[in-house]
């Protein structure tokens, strides 16, 4: 057994003290998949890397236990703490490519790990790595062990990783996760490939994740944790049929499904605490529904609610009235408003393709094609979801028909918006149109200029795209923005690294809504935020095209977020349209094995609604 007893991590930052961790125990056996979840900053990886003695520099276990079948691992010098680490405990993390070593072939680098933790040498090493490669199902691995990692795909790096983790053939796996850079159907492969290698080797599964769909497929049982704690422990059905800890509920609450359309999602109002403050009582009080007057003052203890079932509340330990609160009021949204018989856009044909770079006399393609003749409509007021996996030419649709790809790829076919086709507008006529075709991208992080205050951000698209207005009609309407999209008027003068994640993406959406779009491109706009989060942003967008008729082109892998959100749906492969039609009718009997194959690779979750 795999045990953490009172783990308690700090790290040393600029704003002070992070209690990471503050007293942790779990307990995983051989043959389960625990699944650690929650939201980013909770503490799920650093939990992970404190047991493999991997913290970072600025990083430290200040007290518990860690310990393998009895043993103190924590304590454990550090030459037989290496045969521990991949021998008795591997890991493997989100993101293949930076994990594999580029200038090692993928053979040698599992070799590496076969030697260090079994018997066997050379020949007999490399024939097992061959066996590895095959048992993970990398195609022709007589071959493929000699490959550097550039020349496979990112689920391919993915199997490398999981057969050099399980090379060693430990007993335990650690899995932070491991498919969040991965496409559905590969997420499905590998998936699938972490539970039959369980199945036959008897392998302990910590599984690190934020997807609780995944989770749901997966696990035995749940840890939930919030701001360094876990609070609440329960096997995995009854978690999702029941949760226990408000915040649990809020949470699968959050999530976006066909059950929610058309009402706005519970978001958690506030955002996680930041662990260098001192907690007083719960940790959750702010932000939670069901407070009571004494859950500021009494931090509560992890106790027992029934066989495998631990709550941190107090609602169960010290029960008491919960504190009266403003009832919530519901945004009153105007009616839908009426579907147009003309399209805002109709996109006839649309081909992208971009030039390859090639050597003289290269012999291959010269050309790639990421789009392929696609077509399709949007009305004012709807909303269109373009999906696919990664490749599939979703995005190069979105940025051709938002015209920022002008400049790097020929782009043929029409994209006409209102009846101008946008391909050929040029100077002024282009620069009108622009301002009604916005688009907000998947990272807020990388989307902002990190040396312009958000004022800044917001008012460099009006004075390029709306020279009429003068100094005090653009600050009124900034002002106007950050109300909209629920900022506080002081945001203004802030920087981007000022914000959490939401609130970045929420300047994004008043930059794209300070030129009155008609239409916004959304590319994946909410797949680098939390749950509760992402519910916040989606209610927005939601309000926001109620209010005034926007059209959405909405780019996501999300079905759930599909399901929410879109009127339609257009089903993407390798830069053609595959099938697309009304979505309640493609979601519920799609006709092309693509759709249906892409569907059933997307992990589903049934959580019961309260
Ligand atoms: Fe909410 Fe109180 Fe329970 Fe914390 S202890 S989750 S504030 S009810």
């Known amino acids: 057994m795999l045990e953490i007893d009172d783990l308690q991590v700090e790290l040393d930052a600029d704003a002070g003290l992070v209690r990471a961790i503050a007293g942790m125990r779990l307990?995983?056996?051989?043959?389960?998949?625990?699944?650690?979840?929650?939201?980013?900053?909770?503490?799920?990886?650093?939990?992970?890397?404190?047991?493999?003695?991997?913290?970072?520099?600025?990083?430290?276990?200040?007290?518990?236990?860690?310990?393998?079948?009895?043993?103190d691992l924590l304590?454990?010098?550090?030459?037989?703490?290496?045969?521990?680490?991949?021998?008795?405990?591997?890991?493997?993390?989100?993101?293949?490519?930076?994990?594999?070593?580029?200038?090692?072939?993928?053979?040698?680098?599992?070799?590496?790990?076969?030697?260090?933790?079994?018997?066997?040498?050379?020949?007999?090493?490399?024939?097992?790595?061959?066996?590895?490669?095959?048992?993970?199902?990398?195609?022709?691995?007589?071959?493929?062990?000699?490959?550097?990692?550039?020349?496979?795909?990112?689920?391919?790096?993915?199997?490398?990783?999981?057969?050099?983790?399980?090379?060693?053939?430990?007993?335990?796996?650690?899995?932070?996760?491991?498919?969040?850079?991965?496409?559905?159907?590969?997420?499905?492969?590998?998936?699938?490939?972490?539970r039959d290698l369980q199945r036959e080797r008897q392998l302990g599964v910590l599984l690190i994740t934020h997807d609780l769909a995944v989770v749901g497929g997966m696990a035995h049982r749940v840890a939930l944790m919030y701001a360094g704690q876990i609070i609440e422990v329960a096997p995995a059905a009854e978690f999702f049929a029941a949760p226990r800890h408000p915040y649990a509920r809020l949470l699968l609450q959050a999530l976006p499904d066909a059950a929610r359309r058309g009402q706005p999602l519970a978001a958690i109002a506030g955002t996680v605490p930041p662990l260098w403050q001192a907690f007083d009582g719960c940790r959750f009080a702010p932000r939670?529904?069901?407070?009571?007057?004494?859950?500021?003052?009494?931090?509560?203890?992890?106790?027992?609610?029934?066989?495998?079932?631990?709550?941190?509340?107090?609602?169960?330990?010290?029960?008491?009235?919960?504190?009266?609160?403003?009832?919530?009021?519901?945004?009153?949204?105007?009616?839908?408003?009426?579907?147009?018989?003309?399209?805002?856009?109709?996109?006839?044909?649309?081909?992208?393709?971009?030039?390859?770079?090639?050597p003289l006399l290269h012999r291959g393609p010269r050309h790639f094609d990421a789009v392929d003749g696609i077509a399709?409509?949007?009305?004012?007021?709807?909303?269109?979801?373009?999906?696919?996996?990664?490749?599939?030419?979703?995005?190069?649709?979105?940025?051709?028909?938002?015209?920022?790809?002008?400049?790097?790829?020929?782009?043929?076919?029409?994209?006409?918006?209102?009846?101008?086709?946008?391909?050929?507008?040029?100077?002024?006529?282009?620069?009108?149109?622009?301002?009604?075709?916005?688009?907000?991208?998947?990272?807020?992080?990388?989307?902002?200029?990190?040396?312009?205050?958000v004022a800044d951000v917001l008012e460099e698209g009006l004075i390029a795209l709306r020279p009429e207005l003068d100094a005090g009609q653009r600050l009124a309407r900034l002002r106007a923005l950050v109300d909209q999209v629920g900022l506080r008027r002081d945001a203004l003068q802030r920087w981007p690294h000022e914000f959490s994640g939401g609130q970045r993406q929420r300047i994004a959406i008043a930059r794209a809504l300070a030129v009155e779009p008609r239409l916004i491109v959304c590319d994946e706009p909410t797949s680098a935020l939390d749950v509760s989060v992402q519910a916040q942003i989606l209610n927005l967008l939601r309000e926001l095209q109620r209010e005034q008729g926007l059209a959405y082109?909405?780019?996501?892998?999300?079905?759930?977020?599909?399901?929410?959100?879109?009127?339609?749906?257009?089903?993407?492969?390798?830069?053609?349209?595959?099938?697309?039609?009304?979505?309640?009718?493609?979601?519920?009997?799609?006709?092309?094995?693509?759709?249906k194959d892409l569907l059933a690779a997307v992990p589903r979750l049934l959580v019961a609604r309260s």
């Open 288 to 358: 939670c529904d069901k407070a009571m007057a004494h859950c500021a003052g009494t931090p509560p203890a992890l106790t027992d609610e029934g066989p495998q079932r631990q709550v941190r509340c107090l609602l169960y330990s010290q029960p008491g009235d919960a504190l009266p609160r403003a009832p919530a009021v519901a945004r009153a949204l105007p009616p839908l408003p009426p579907v147009q018989s003309e399209p805002l856009l109709d996109v006839r044909d649309l081909r992208v393709r971009f030039m390859l770079r090639t």
């Open 27 to 71: 307990a995983l056996s051989r043959g389960e998949t625990f699944a650690l979840v929650g939201e980013s900053g909770c503490g799920k990886s650093m939990t992970a890397l404190a047991l493999m003695r991997l913290l970072p520099e600025n990083g430290r276990v200040a007290g518990g236990a860690v310990r393998l079948d009895g043993q």
């Open 553 to 595: 082109l909405f780019i996501t892998h999300n079905i759930g977020v599909v399901e929410y959100i879109a009127d339609d749906i257009a089903v993407m492969q390798a830069g053609r349209i595959v099938e697309r039609g009304a979505c309640a009718e493609v979601l519920g009997q799609p006709r092309e094995g693509f759709t």
């Open 376 to 453: 399709f409509q949007l009305r004012a007021g709807r909303t269109l979801a373009l999906v696919g996996e990664s490749g599939c030419g979703k995005t190069t649709s979105g940025k051709a028909i938002a015209q920022l790809l002008r400049r790097q790829a020929r782009i043929s076919g029409q994209a006409l918006f209102e009846g101008c086709d946008l391909f050929k507008l040029q100077g002024q006529a282009l620069l009108q149109a622009r301002r009604h075709l916005q688009i907000i991208f998947q990272d807020p992080f990388a989307s902002l200029n990190p040396r312009m205050r």
């Open 75 to 194: 304590v454990l010098p550090e030459g037989r703490m290496r045969d521990v680490r991949g021998g008795r405990i591997a890991m493997i993390f989100q993101e293949p490519s930076t994990s594999l070593n580029p200038v090692m072939r993928v053979g040698d680098q599992i070799v590496e790990a076969i030697e260090a933790h079994t018997v066997l040498r050379g020949k007999a090493a490399r024939a097992k790595a061959i066996d590895w490669l095959a048992r993970v199902g990398i195609p022709e691995p007589q071959r493929r062990i000699d490959d550097y990692p550039f020349r496979l795909s990112g689920g391919q790096k993915q199997r490398v990783m999981i057969a050099i983790a399980l090379a060693a053939e430990p007993d335990y796996l650690i899995a932070d996760e491991p498919t969040t850079a991965l496409d559905v159907t590969i997420q499905a492969q590998i998936l699938d490939l972490i």
